[in-house]
């Protein structure tokens, strides 16, 4: 399993590489009236971290096994009702768009939301395929 650091150098490099190729095929727009031409590459530097990140959140978040419906009162286990979709803010500030599975405790006959429960969203999420910040495989959905 890679550490952190590792895989985060081995990102970095994969990343200069894909903006090398991508600028060596397309041409810098022009910069308005009064505008300087580092204001042009600001902008669309500030908008590349951001596409990568909603990308990184995009194919992540898609890969992360749902949370066990245990009832957060009584324990038991609850029934998938359906999915509603939510928005988080990462620390970056921007939105990301998370479907979160809400669940039924016919014991308790309270709607509850695993993923709140099991701090999913406030937790870090993990960039490393196949297991999370310390290295601990990612569970395999339940089906
Ligand atoms: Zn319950």
Do not use: W
């Not at 903006?19 to 590349?48: H, N, S």
């Not at 939301?113 to 490393?128: C, D, H, I």
């Amino acid at each position: 399993m890679a550490n952190k650091t590792a895989f985060q150098a081995r990102f970095r490099e994969a990343m200069r590489e894909a903006v090398r190729k991508f600028l060596a095929e397309e041409e810098l727009p022009e910069p308005a009236a009064g505008e300087a031409l580092f204001t042009v590459i600001e902008d669309l530097a500030l908008d590349a971290g951001d596409a990568v990140s909603l990308e990184v959140f995009d194919q992540r978040l898609a890969q992360l096994p749902p949370e066990p419906a245990t009832c957060p009162h009584c324990g038991a286990d609850g029934q998938r009702v359906r999915q509603r979709d939510r928005t988080l803010t990462t620390r970056r500030g921007l939105d990301v768009p998370l479907a979160e599975q809400q669940c039924y405790c016919p014991g308790c006959r309270r709607a509850f939301f695993p993923s709140l429960q099991g701090t999913r969203a406030g937790r870090r999420l993990s960039l490393q395929p196949g297991g999370d910040e310390e290295g601990r495989p990612l569970r395999r959905p339940r089906e």
